[in-house]
């Protein structure tokens, strides 16, 4: 059964880094693109990035574009969120997301993880 | 492309049909997917291309429309219904969600 586990959460001051990780399971991971999705809690869906099955393709929020990276890593089945130059604005549940069109680079995603928590505070 | 959801919350009782409205700022033609999030849990899709619900998705959610207007519609509303429901367009980046309508008990 495919699971995503997302890890790298923290708090973290304003103007600083922080990388996100995120294990995946259960499916053949090098044909599906990863998506990252942000949530405050309480409140709306945020989408962030996303990066195509090979990592040829990736493709940002505009938000988070110049700010944010996003990699990964076939071999391992992971996939990675650079975040710099970080804001309160940054804060949320992050969730680690797979597209559900095999070789797809951007449409729909699930299932979702439980997300790792990053807060943006002073 | 901007989304938009109405009502932004509903209150019905079990049994209810209730009907969600999602609108596109331009043609999206079916790159539209429906999602569930339960307090407490993570998103769960339940239909994408407008109208195709994923396995397991019970028969009482339906998706329909295609351009700029989507609905999706709760037939006969159960307890585990009572939830917030997002729309978000897969046509191009960068992909967008809609802001939510929350379904409450009435």
């Known amino acids: 059964q495919v699971q995503v586990v997302e890890s790298g959460g923290g708090v973290v001051q304003p103007g600083r880094s922080l990388s996100l990780s995120c294990a995946a399971t259960?499916?053949?991971?090098?044909?599906?693109?990863m998506h990252w999705v942000r949530q405050v809690p309480g409140k709306g869906l945020d989408w962030v990035a996303v990066?195509?099955?090979?990592?040829?393709?990736?493709y940002f929020g505009d938000s988070v574009k110049g700010r944010f990276s996003i990699s990964r890593d076939n071999s391992k089945n992971m996939v990675f969120l650079q975040m710099n130059n970080l804001s309160a604005d940054d804060s949320g549940l992050y969730f680690c997301?797979?597209?559900?069109?095999?070789?797809?680079?951007?449409?729909?995603?699930?299932?979702w993880g439980q997300g790792t928590l990053v807060i943006v505070s002073s | 492309i901007q989304m938009t959801q109405s009502p932004s919350s509903v209150s019905a009782s079990v049994g209810d049909r209730v009907t969600i409205t999602c609108r596109a700022s331009r043609d999206i033609n079916d790159w539209l997917a429906w999602y569930q999030q339960v307090p407490g849990q993570a998103p769960k899709l339940l239909i994408s291309?407008?109208?195709t619900p994923q396995s397991g998705v019970p028969s009482r959610f339906s998706g329909s429309g295609a351009g700029t207007s989507f609905t999706l519609t709760i037939d006969s509303l159960q307890p585990e219904d009572f939830a917030t429901y997002f729309c978000q367009q897969g046509y191009n980046f960068p992909l967008t969600f809609g802001p939510g309508t929350r379904v409450e008990i009435k």
């Open positions: 997301v797979k597209e559900v069109r095999i070789y797809g680079v951007g449409s729909w995603f699930g299932p």
């Open positions: 259960g499916f053949n991971f090098s044909n599906f693109a």
């Open positions: 990066i195509s099955h090979l990592g040829t393709e990736k």
């Open positions: 291309a407008a109208s």
